[in-house]
C-alpha cells in the first residue's frame, strides 16, 4: 500500500463489496497515523470539534448525517494541506446515563440509595467502560476521521477541572448564586431540567370555569383554570387593573373553596383579560407567571404537590393522591358544592421532559443559577457584527431571539452522576464555601463539619466548555494557542439553544475570544412521509444496519445529496438503492480504466507529472480529451466553491451528475475507439493520460464523501501518495478551461442524443446502423461535426451521416429533430416496414384509449375521490397526463408514418 506511478497489474474485483473494503482501509488510516493533527506553525489551522454524542447512546441518522458533514470538511481541509484537527469525544448524559444503571439496578432487584452514592457512581464509571466506546466503534465504522488519540470525555479529568475553573470564577464575579425559584421538575427523573430541556406539545384538554365566594357577600367572582388541582395552593385571585368588570373587587377578599381559606384579590398588569373570565387563580408556588405574581405582591407560597407528582399534607384531605386523581376528586368536590360553573374543551401546550416524556411540575425549590443578562451581552455582539456566522443566516435571528429574551439558566440537578457543584456548608456556622478541592476546613470558623451540596451541574454546564476544555484549558497548551477558536462547528438545529448559545458565551467570557468563526446548522431526519423518526412510530432507521447492507459509502452519499444547509432530510429507503447503483457505476468504470490502463507508464505522462498552472500542449489531444479535462476543470471549481460555501449536498449533486453521465456515459463511450487502438497508438497514450488523470483527481473530489470505495479505487490505479486522503487537493487550472470546446462537444452530444432518441421511436436495435441525414448552414458546426463523425457513426449507430444546406430538399419519409442550428433526419426508407409500424402504433394507441378510459371513469367517481388519500388520486392524474402526452407522441409518429 505505498505510492506508486507504475502500471498497475491488479485489477479490481467484478463486484464492489464494502464489507470486504471499508474496515480494512480504516485500520490501514489508523495504523498510518493520518488522522493525527500536530500544532504546525507552517501550517494553517483547521479545527472542528465534535458535538460529543451521548455516552449512552447509539448511533442514529441524525448522527450519521452530523458527521459525514464534519468529516468531509475535514478531509477536504487535510487535502487542502491544513493542520486539520477533528476532536472527538462524548457526553456523560448526566438524566440519561443514570437513568439507566438505575434501570440496570432495578433488574437486580436493587435501588441507588441500596447502594448509596460513592458505589452508585463506581457502578455507572463501570457502566460508562463497558458500554461508552459502543458509539465511537459506530462513528469509525462511518467513516469519521477524527484524531482518537485526542479523545475527550465531559468528566473527563481536564474538562472536570475546566468545568471547577469556570464555576467558581463565575461564583466569584456574583453570576452564579443560589436561591428559591420556581423550576421545571420532571417527577420520573427526579430532577429540575432547564427552560429548553422542556418540549411543550399541544394536548386537547379542559378548560375549568370555577366560582370562589367573595367575602361579605353573595357575589363570586369565576377563576378559568387549566389545572383544577393546584387551586389548593391558590394564594390570591387576580384581575387586570384596568378591567371595568373587576375594579370594585379589586383589594376585597375571595374564599377559597374546598380549603376555605381567605385570599385577597388583587390587581395585576401580567393578566390577560381576554382569558377565560379576566380572572385568574394565583398559585406562586406551581405556575411560573404566578410565581412572579406572587413576588410583585409578597404572596405565600403554598405547595400542594411533592417531588412524586403526588398531593402533599397541605392538599387537605387530598394529600398522597395523584396529582391527576386529585384533579378528577376536585372537580367532584366542586361539582358537588355547586362551585363549577362550566367546562369547555381547550388546547394548549403541555411542558414535558425531552428525555422521558413525563409532564413537567413547576415546583419552588432552592437551586443554583446563572445569572444570563451580563454574559447574554457579549454572545449577541460577536454574531451582530460578524465575528460568528450563521449558515444559513436566518438562524442568526433565531439565536439572537433568544438571547434577547433569555432567562436565567437553572444549573443545579438532583442527580449522582455528574460533576458535583464545588461548594460546601459549614453547619457550625452556615458559611458557603466555593473552591476546586474539598475544604479541610470551615475557612470562616475553621470548624470540620463540612457538607457538600449534593447536586450536580446540568449536563450542557460541562458541554458549553467544549470547544477550549477539550484543547487543554484552563491550561494554555500549545493546542489551545494553535487550534483555537476553532474553524467550525456542524450541528443541528435543534440544540442552538442547548448548546451553541451556550458555548458562545462561555468562550467570551473565559477566553475573550469566540469559539468558533462559522456555525453550520443541518436540519433533522424525517421519514418518507416527513415525519421525525420516533420508536412509538416504529419508524425509525438503525444506520448500522444500512452500513451492513449497503456499506458506509452508500449511506453517507445518500443522506448528504438530500441535504441543505439548515432544512430537514427525508430519509427514502429507495435512494440507498439509488446511491449504491452510483458506487457500482463508479466501480465498473474504474474496472474499465484499470484494464484498458495495464501498460500505462504514469511517470511518462504529461498530465499526471505537470504542475498546477503549467501549460498543456494540445498537441495530439482528441475533442473528447479536452472536453473531458475542460470539466474536470470546471468540477474542481465547481466542488471547491460548493464547499467553501458550505452547499456540501450541492457538491456532492453535481459530482454525481458529472461522474454519472459526462465521465461514465460519454466520456469513457467517446474514448474506446482510441483505447481499442482503432486509431493509432499515439492517441491510445493520449487517452490512457486522459482517462487516468480525470479518473485520478475525481476520486479525490469524491474522497470526502464516499472515502472507501475511493482509496480502493486509487491504489489500484499509478498514484501519488500512499493514500488518497494524505493526496493534494485537485486545483483548477486557467490552462485546462476550453470553453468553446466545451460548446463543440455539446452539439455533438446533443445531436448523439437526438439520433438515439429517434432509434428508440422506432425500436431500432443497438446493432442496426441507419442512415443519418443533417441540415445546416452554420458552418462552424458543421466542421465541428464533420471533424468528430467517428463520435457520431459510434454512438449513435450511424451508417452514414450527409450533410446538406438548409436549402436542399428533405427526407420525404422520416422522423426529425432540432438540434441547435441542425435539422436531424432519419430516412426510415429500409428500416421499417411501414404498414407493420402503422399497425403497431395503432395498436399502442388503443391500448392508451382503454386506459385513458379506466382512468376517466375513476377520476369521475366521487366515492373514489372522497375516499381515497390524496397521494393516490394525485398519482393517478399523473398517469393520466402521461397517457395523454405518449398518445399526442405516437399520433404524430403515425401522421409521418402515413403521410
Not at 477536504?76 to 440519561?96: C, E, N, S, V, Y
Not at 419508524?539 to 448500522?544: K, L, Q, S, Y
Not at 490505479?717 to 487537493?729: G, N, T, Y
Not at 462537444?745 to 438515439?756: H, Q, Y
Request: with cysteine; net charge negative.
Amino acid at each position: 500500500m505505498s505510492s506508486n506511478s507504475e502500471g498497475s497489474t491488479v485489477t479490481l474485483d467484478t463486484v464492489y463489496q464494502p464489507q470486504q473494503v471499508e474496515g480494512k482501509w480504516y485500520q490501514y488510516w489508523m495504523d498510518k497515523g493520518y488522522f493525527r493533527a500536530e500544532a504546525d506553525p507552517a501550517k494553517r489551522p483547521y479545527c472542528i470539534v465534535i458535538p460529543p454524542p451521548n455516552v449512552t447512546g447509539s448511533l442514529h441518522l441524525g448522527h450519521a448525517l452530523n458527521n459525514t458533514l464534519q468529516d468531509i470538511l475535514i478531509r477536504w481541509k487535510r487535502m487542502q494541506g491544513f493542520a486539520a484537527l477533528w476532536l472527538p469525544g462524548t457526553d456523560h448524559a448526566g438524566i440519561a446515563t443514570q437513568a439507566r444503571v438505575e434501570e440496570q439496578l432495578a433488574s437486580e432487584g436493587l435501588s441507588k440509595y441500596d447502594l448509596g452514592r460513592e458505589k452508585f457512581l463506581e457502578r455507572v464509571w463501570d457502566w460508562k467502560h463497558k458500554y461508552g466506546a459502543t458509539i465511537i466503534n459506530q462513528l469509525k465504522m462511518l467513516g469519521s476521521s477524527c484524531d482518537w488519540s485526542r479523545e475527550r470525555f465531559t468528566m473527563d479529568e481536564g474538562c472536570s477541572a475546566a468545568v471547577r475553573e469556570v464555576f467558581i470564577r463565575l461564583y466569584e464575579h456574583g453570576l452564579i448564586y443560589r436561591g428559591d425559584y420556581i423550576i421545571n421538575w420532571c417527577p420520573k427523573c427526579q430532577t429540575t431540567i432547564s427552560d429548553i430541556e422542556v418540549e411543550h406539545n399541544e394536548r386537547e384538554s379542559s378548560l375549568w370555569y370555577i366560582r370562589y365566594p367573595v367575602k361579605d357577600s353573595r357575589e363570586t367572582i369565576t377563576v378559568a383554570t387549566t389545572r383544577p388541582e393546584t387551586m389548593l395552593g391558590d394564594t390570591a385571585v387576580a384581575v387586570s387593573p384596568d378591567d371595568p368588570r373587576y375594579k370594585h373587587l379589586i383589594g376585597r377578599t375571595a374564599v377559597l373553596p374546598l380549603m376555605w381559606r381567605e385570599i385577597p384579590i388583587i390587581a395585576d398588569e401580567g393578566v390577560e383579560k381576554e382569558f377565560g373570565t379576566g380572572a385568574v387563580k394565583v398559585t406562586p408556588a406551581h405556575d411560573p407567571l404566578d410565581f412572579e405574581i406572587g413576588l410583585r405582591h409578597e404572596l405565600p407560597q403554598v405547595v400542594v404537590i411533592g417531588p412524586d407528582a403526588k398531593m402533599t399534607d397541605q392538599a387537605g384531605r387530598y394529600a398522597g393522591l395523584d396529582r391527576y386523581e386529585a384533579r378528577k376528586r376536585v372537580v367532584e368536590d366542586l361539582k358537588e358544592k355547586d362551585l363549577l360553573v362550566k367546562i369547555e374543551e381547550h388546547t394548549h401546550a403541555v411542558g414535558q421532559c425531552y428525555r422521558c416524556d413525563s409532564v413537567i411540575e413547576p415546583l419552588v425549590s432552592k437551586q443554583w443559577f446563572v445569572r444570563m443578562k451580563p454574559l447574554a451581552v457579549p454572545a449577541l455582539e460577536v454574531v451582530n457584527d460578524g465575528r460568528i456566522r450563521f449558515v444559513p443566516e436566518r438562524f442568526t435571528r433565531i439565536y439572537s431571539n433568544w438571547l434577547e429574551n433569555i432567562r436565567d439558566w437553572c444549573i443545579s440537578r438532583q442527580l449522582w452522576w455528574g460533576h458535583r457543584i464545588p461548594v460546601w456548608y459549614c453547619e457550625e456556622c452556615q458559611e458557603v464555601i466555593c473552591q476546586k478541592e474539598e475544604p479541610a476546613q470551615c475557612t470562616n470558623c475553621q470548624g470540620s463539619k463540612l457538607v457538600q451540596d449534593p447536586d450536580v451541574l446540568d449536563t450542557w454546564f460541562s458541554s458549553a466548555l467544549w470547544p477550549f476544555s477539550t484543547l487543554g484549558w484552563p491550561e494554555n497548551t500549545e493546542d489551545l494557542k494553535f487550534f483555537y477558536p476553532t474553524s467550525v462547528l456542524v450541528t443541528g438545529r435543534d440544540i442552538i439553544f442547548f448548546w451553541v448559545a451556550r458555548m458562545i458565551f462561555s468562550g467570551m467570557a473565559h477566553m475573550e475570544e469566540v469559539p468558533f468563526r462559522e456555525v453550520l446548522i443541518h436540519g433533522l431526519i424525517l421519514d418518507a412521509l416527513g415525519r421525525k423518526m420516533s420508536k412509538s412510530l416504529g419508524n425509525g432507521v438503525d444506520p448500522i444496519e444500512v452500513i451492513d447492507q449497503y456499506g458506509a459509502d452508500t449511506l453517507r452519499f445518500m443522506l448528504i445529496t438530500g441535504s441543505t444547509p439548515g432544512n430537514d432530510v427525508r430519509f427514502h429507503m429507495e435512494k440507498l438503492d439509488q446511491t449504491r447503483n452510483f458506487a457500482n457505476k463508479i466501480w465498473n468504470a474504474s474496472r474499465f480504466a484499470i484494464m484498458n490502463l495495464a501498460d500505462f507508464d504514469a511517470n511518462g505522462s504529461r498530465l499526471f507529472n505537470r504542475r498546477p498552472g503549467e501549460g498543456l500542449d494540445p498537441t495530439g489531444y482528441s475533442l473528447a480529451d479536452r472536453w473531458i479535462l475542460s470539466r474536470l476543470n470546471s468540477m474542481i471549481k465547481v466542488v471547491t466553491r460548493r464547499l467553501e460555501e458550505y452547499d456540501i449536498g450541492e457538491a456532492a449533486r453535481e459530482l454525481y451528475e458529472f461522474i454519472w453521465s459526462e465521465f461514465c456515459d460519454w466520456y469513457i463511450e467517446l474514448a474506446k475507439p482510441s483505447l481499442y487502438r482503432r486509431e493509432s497508438e499515439a492517441s491510445r497514450e493520449r487517452s490512457q493520460e486522459v482517462l487516468h488523470y480525470v479518473l485520478l483527481n475525481t476520486l479525490k473530489l469524491l474522497h470526502p464523501f464516499t472515502p472507501f470505495i475511493t482509496e480502493e479505487i486509487y491504489q489500484h490505479l499509478p498514484h501519488d501518495r500512499d493514500s488518497i486522503m494524505v493526496s493534494p487537493w485537485p486545483e483548477a487550472s486557467p490552462q485546462l478551461a476550453a470553453p468553446e470546446l466545451e460548446a463543440e462537444m455539446a452539439l455533438v452530444m446533443d445531436l448523439i442524443r437526438s439520433i438515439r432518441n429517434l432509434r428508440a421511436e422506432l425500436k431500432l436495435p443497438p446493432g442496426r446502423a441507419a442512415a443519418v441525414v443533417l441540415f445546416t448552414d452554420d458552418q462552424k458546426a458543421r466542421q465541428g461535426l464533420e471533424e468528430n463523425l467517428t463520435y457520431i457513426t459510434t454512438l449513435a449507430a450511424a451508417s452514414e451521416v450527409t450533410f446538406k444546406t438548409g436549402a436542399e430538399e428533405r427526407p420525404k419519409q422520416a422522423l426529425t429533430a432540432v438540434v441547435g442550428p441542425v435539422e436531424v433526419y432519419l430516412p426510415l426508407a429500409g428500416l421499417v416496414d411501414l404498414n407493420r409500424e402503422i399497425e403497431r402504433l395503432e395498436k399502442e394507441v388503443s391500448q392508451i384509449d382503454q386506459e385513458m378510459a379506466r382512468l376517466e371513469g375513476k377520476l369521475s367517481n366521487p366515492a373514489f375521490l372522497n375516499k381515497a388519500p390524496e397521494p393516490v388520486v394525485a398519482q393517478e392524474r399523473k398517469k393520466q397526463e402521461e397517457f395523454l402526452a405518449k398518445k399526442r407522441t405516437l399520433e404524430g409518429r403515425l401522421s409521418v408514418l402515413r403521410s
